[in-house]
Every structure is written in C-alpha cells, then in structure tokens.
C-alpha cells in the first residue's frame, strides 16, 4: 500500500489552492472542512481566515510559474473528470451516505449486464405478450435498490408507468395491501413526466379521457350503466372499480374525451364539482375519505347514475381485490397510450419480521399479485395444505363481500379487433435479501425461472467502480488535481479490503473511495495515517 501514499502525497504537493468569492474577493484555501463542503480561506487583505461554504468558491487563475512556488503537476499524469459538476456533486453526496443516487445510474452501474438482459426480455415480454413477475435475490450492499432503480429508468424510457414500494412492518406491511396499494398508487411515475412524484392516478384518468378507445375498452359508453354489476361483470372491458370511476370521471370533467366533444360539466357550484373529483380519487386511490356509500350518493346527485362505488378496505384478506384493482389499472395504462405497469417491491424480507398470522397473509398478497401480474396461478404446491396451486381460492383466501368474493385476481381485457391488447400489461419485480421464510414464500409466489440470486460483483468490476467514482469526484472538484497513478492504486487497496471481507459489498466499496479522496483533498496529511490504519486492520 505503499504506492498509494507515495502517490497521495504527490498529488498533493502542490501550492495551496487560490480561490475567489463573490463577495470577500481572492484567498488562499487553508483547510477543509465538513467533507469538503465548507473551506477555511485566508482572504486578500483580512486579518484571519475566515469559514465559507465551499460552493461560493471559485478556482482563481493560476499564478504564473516565476512569481515562486512550486509548478503543478504536469496535465498529462491528472486524472480528469467527465461529468457535469452539479450532477457529480449530488451523485457524491449520496455515495458519502451510501445510498443509491438517483440521477446518471448506468454511469457507475458495473457486473449487472446479466440482470440488465433479463429485465430488457422481461419487459418485451410485457409490451408484445403478457404480464410477467421476477424476483432479484441478493445479499445486503449487493445493489438491489440500485437494480430496481435501474429498471424502473429503463421502464420510464420504454413507456410504461413505474412505481416502487418499500415494505415494512408498519406503513407499507405485505400483510396489508391497501396500505402497499397505497403507497403503489403514490409513487407513479410517468413517462411524460419522469421526475414528478406523487402526482397519483389524475394524470392516467385525464390521458384515458383524451384517449380514443380507451373508455370504450372499459365499457364506460355503453348503454348498460343501469344493469346489475354482477350481470356487467361478464361484459368484455367491465371492472368493478374502474369503470364507474372512469364513468363518473368522465361527468365531472370538461376535458375533451375520446369521440372529441366536451361533455357539460354539472350545473353546480364549481367547489362542489371539484369535492366530488377529490373524494372520488381519494377512494380510488386508497387514501382516507368518507365512506363509499357517501361517495356513491354524492356522485349520484350530481351526474346521475355512473355506476355503483364499491369499498376499498384496509382489511388483510384483500389481497385478490387489489391484485384485481392494479391489474386493472396496467390494463388502463395500456388502453391510454403507455406500455403497462411496472410494480416494483424492495426490502420483502420483511415479511420474515412479521407475526405469524401477517406472514400468512403476506403469503396471500405475494401469490395473488403474482397471479395477476402474469395472469398464470403459481403452479407450487403448498406443503402446508397439498393444494396443486398455490394461488388456489382455498389457500389464499377470497375478502370482500357479495359480488367481490367472485372478482379474479387477474383484470381480463377483450378489446375490439381494432383496439390494443390489453391484458398482461403488468410487470412485478420484489427484492429481498435472502432468508429462508422468505424464499420460501417467494417460491410459492414465482416460478424457479423467474426467480434470479445477484452475482458477486468479480475483482474487474470493483477496478470499474472504482474509476468511474473518481471520474465523478474529479469532475466534482475540477479545480483539485487528481493524480491519474492514485486510481489503479486505490483499486489495489479496494481488492485488499475485499479479500481481508473489511469491504463486502458495492456499498461499501463506493462509501471508502469517496471517504478516501476527500482526505486526500481536504487533509492530505491525514492519508498516510489512514494508510497505516488500513494495513494495520488487514494484518490483525
């Protein structure tokens, strides 16, 4: 490890770094503090240093050679940056706290062509053929979130709507699944508008009035609205839920919809109007709100007869009514122009932490939702109850009462000749950390070939990683050189760190880079200190 302080030190040999403010004029840096985000600078005429933040700062022109000092370093042995800076700073930040940046992830994503592969196939399988489920496996540190990430960003590119949820014990709890609805149905991302969260199930209900075909494909302008739902149920494109939210959608907007007019809003007070839109996403959505039947009778009053408004409960055997309720949703996103549905699910080793009987219906929503995302019930049979099929009524149970004991788990669309194709427009992806309840459960729930363990990242790839983190800290910081001899030496530590398991993960691999340069930067004195310590942990 020698090289790596012979060659820390030259690079930091040079004159202490010049540098102007917009308001204290020129100085000279004399430490940094912070990380590197604050800087204590002698300015040009006071008397002390002074402490600023380090994005005030900008590189002063280099003083000429013969005016004293030492020269820098010649350009050719700089190791120089190709990034923006604001993009590389954010980027940094987060490998400082070890999480997974969000912007740029192909830039610093190594090892993972593989997995890359197989979500490209798994989501031209869901835009030209069916629904598909698969589950990732994969120690702590390995890069599942980033993974999921990365395919919700293919995802976006290729049209669809994605959404990720993050399980828990609590909030977002599988043994739940209004409340993992919930959360689903809040963190939609759309195609057209990748970077805004939260914007729900609006912007899909305004695009599907806009749409030509789409109300028709939900049987929302038929002349049936006054039938039994039991009797609907049956019609091509019907859905419990969907089609009277559509319906009464439809009446409470002026937007233009498919055939072209503009449909008079009610004859009521604009606030009223604009109440009823509110309590009726606020149901559909999974928020809480007044009662169904309150919604139904407000709806009534005001457009008339648009279908009845069933209840969404927040009750643990109703796993198959959401499974049908975000398969419908796929469907949707499908007949209004996107690809489908991208449901993505990280941290589902929870499900080891719950209590026996939310393990149970934990179970229930893991095998119901695979069902309706691939439209195929798990062929696994449950050893606890020799079923043939996991996904059977008898194993994993039927809520709701009346007419939603009978909905299917999977939202068939029998779209006209002319029209899309709007079944099997789902994909679900779940990340967990192995542990053996948790397999166990995830095997009932997805077949064996759909079923992926991550890969150990090999020595190449952390060589790879441990470049492409410094080309971002060289591009954050273009005014502090570099040295390009200290990146293949720092990788020479990383594998030292990784064969002594000091580092045992990608996370922690990317942490120490970025920790290790900002003392090279800020506190040069203090590299070869860390270096030492270092040796000393891999020799004891």
Same mark, same amino acid.
């Given at each position: 490890?020698?090289?790596?302080? #012979?060659?820390?030190?030259?690079?930091?040999?040079?004159?202490?770094?010049?540098?102007?403010?917009?308001?204290?004029?020129?100085?000279?840096?004399?430490?940094?503090?912070?990380?590197?985000?604050?800087?204590?600078?002698?300015?040009?005429?006071?008397?002390?240093?002074?402490?600023?933040?380090?994005?005030?700062?900008?590189?002063?022109?280099?003083?000429?050679?013969?005016?004293?000092?030492?020269?820098?370093?010649?350009?050719?042995?700089?190791?120089?940056?190709?990034?923006?800076?604001?993009?590389?700073?954010?980027?940094?930040?987060?490998?400082?706290?070890?999480?997974?940046?969000?912007?740029?992830?192909?830039?610093?994503?190594?090892?993972?062509?593989?997995?890359?592969?197989?979500?490209?196939?798994?989501?031209?399988?869901?835009?030209?053929?069916?629904?598909?489920?698969?589950?990732?496996?994969?120690?702590?540190?390995?890069?599942?979130?980033?993974?999921?990430?990365?395919?919700?960003?293919?995802?976006?590119?290729?049209?669809?709507?994605? #959404?990720?949820?993050?399980?828990?014990?609590?909030? #977002?709890?599988?043994?739940?699944?209004?409340?993992?609805?919930?959360?689903?149905?809040?963190?939609?991302?759309?195609?057209?508008?990748?970077?805004?969260?939260?914007?729900?199930?609006?912007?899909?209900?305004?695009?599907?009035?806009?749409?030509?075909?789409?109300?028709?494909?939900?049987?929302?302008?038929?002349?049936?609205?006054?039938?039994?739902?039991?009797?609907?149920?049956?019609?091509?494109?019907?859905?419990?839920?969907?089609?009277?939210?559509?319906?009464?959608?439809?009446?409470?907007?002026?937007?233009?919809?498919?055939?072209?007019?503009?449909?008079?809003?009610?004859?009521?007070?604009?606030?009223?109007?604009?109440?009823?839109?509110?309590?009726?996403?606020?149901?559909?959505?999974?928020?809480?709100?007044?009662?169904?039947?309150?919604?139904?009778?407000?709806?009534?009053?005001?457009v008339g007869r648009a279908g009845r408004i069933y209840s969404l409960l927040d009750y643990r055997p109703w796993s198959r009514i959401f499974?049908?309720?975000?398969?419908?949703?796929?469907?949707?996103?499908?007949?209004?122009?996107?690809?489908?549905?991208?449901?993505?699910?990280?941290?589902?080793?929870?499900?080891?932490?719950?209590?026996?009987?939310?393990?149970?219906?934990?179970?229930?929503?893991?095998?119901?939702?695979?069902?309706?995302?691939?439209?195929?019930?798990?062929?696994?049979?449950?050893?606890?109850?020799?079923?043939?099929?996991?996904?059977?009524?008898?194993?994993?149970?039927?809520?709701?009462?009346?007419?939603?004991?009978?909905?299917?788990?999977?939202?068939?669309?029998?779209?006209?000749?002319?029209?899309?194709?709007?079944?099997?427009?789902?994909?679900?992806?779940?990340?967990?950390?192995?542990?053996?309840?948790?397999?166990?459960?995830?095997? =009932?729930?997805?077949?064996?070939?759909?079923?992926?363990?991550?890969?150990?990242?090999?020595?190449?790839?952390?060589?790879?990683?441990?470049?492409?983190?410094?080309?971002?800290?060289?591009?954050?910081?273009?005014?502090?050189?570099?040295?390009?001899?200290?990146?293949?030496?720092?990788?020479?530590?990383?594998?030292?760190?990784?064969?002594?398991?000091?580092?045992?993960?990608?996370?922690?691999?990317?942490?120490?880079?970025?920790?290790?340069?900002?003392?090279?930067?800020? =506190?040069?004195?203090?590299?070869?200190?860390?270096?030492?310590?270092?040796?000393?942990?891999?020799?004891?």
């Open positions: 490890m020698s090289d790596i302080m #012979t060659t820390a030190a030259r690079s930091t040999s040079v004159p202490r770094e010049r540098v102007r403010h917009p308001l204290h004029g020129a100085g000279e840096v004399r430490a940094w503090r912070r990380g590197g985000r604050d800087a204590v600078v002698a300015f040009d005429g006071r008397a002390l240093p002074i402490e600023v933040p380090a994005r005030e700062l900008s590189a002063e022109t280099p003083r000429d050679e013969g005016a004293g000092g030492s020269s820098p370093p010649a350009e050719s042995a700089r190791f120089r940056g190709t990034r923006e800076r604001e993009l590389a700073m954010r980027s940094l930040e987060a490998m400082r706290l070890g999480v997974v940046p969000s912007a740029d992830l192909s830039a610093y994503t190594v090892g993972r062509q593989a997995e890359l592969d197989l979500v490209d196939a798994d989501l031209a399988r869901v835009a030209t053929q069916r629904g598909c489920v698969r589950a990732w496996f994969g120690d702590y540190g390995t890069g599942k979130t980033h993974l999921l990430e990365m395919i919700q960003q293919r995802a976006l590119s290729q049209g669809f709507l994605t #959404t990720e949820v993050t399980l828990d014990q609590e909030e #977002t709890s599988p043994a739940h699944p209004k409340r993992v609805y919930r959360s689903l149905v809040r963190g939609l991302r759309y195609p057209d508008r990748p970077f805004e969260e939260g914007a729900g199930l609006e912007p899909l209900f305004d695009r599907a009035l806009a749409t030509d075909g789409a109300l028709e494909a939900f049987a929302v302008q038929r002349p049936a609205l006054d039938r039994p739902a039991r009797l609907r149920l049956a019609e091509p494109g019907f859905h419990l839920y969907l089609t009277p939210a559509l319906s009464a959608w439809q009446a409470l907007s002026s937007q233009p919809h498919a055939a072209g007019q503009a449909p008079a809003p009610p004859a009521e007070p604009p606030a009223r109007v604009r109440r009823s839109r509110d309590l009726l996403m606020d149901w559909l959505e999974g928020l809480p709100t007044v009662s169904n039947q309150d919604i139904d009778r407000e709806l009534g009053s005001l499974g049908y309720l975000v398969s419908g949703i796929a469907a949707l996103a499908r007949a209004a122009g996107y690809q489908g549905l991208v449901v993505l699910f990280d941290e589902a080793e929870f499900y080891s932490l719950l209590s026996r009987a939310n393990r149970e219906f934990a179970r229930h929503l893991f095998i119901a939702w695979s069902e309706a995302a691939s439209g195929d019930r798990p062929a696994t049979a449950s050893p606890a109850s020799g079923s043939e099929f996991a996904g059977s009524d008898e194993e994993i149970g039927v809520g709701g009462y009346g007419i939603m004991r009978e909905l299917p788990a999977h939202f068939d669309v029998i779209a006209s000749a002319a029209g899309p194709a709007l079944s099997g427009t789902f994909y679900l992806g779940l990340a967990m950390t192995p542990n053996p309840s948790g397999e166990a459960v995830i095997a =009932q729930a997805v077949p064996e070939p759909q079923r992926h363990a991550l890969a150990a990242l090999s020595a190449d790839d952390y060589q790879r990683l441990c470049e492409r983190v410094c080309d971002f800290y060289a591009s954050a910081w273009p005014d502090w050189t570099l040295q390009a001899a200290i990146v293949p030496a720092l990788s020479r530590v990383v594998s030292e760190l990784l064969r002594s398991r000091y580092i045992e993960n990608p996370r922690q691999a990317m942490k120490f880079i970025v920790e290790f340069l900002d003392i090279a930067r800020s =506190q040069p004195e203090g590299v070869a200190p860390m270096v030492r310590k270092i040796q000393s942990s891999l020799l004891f």
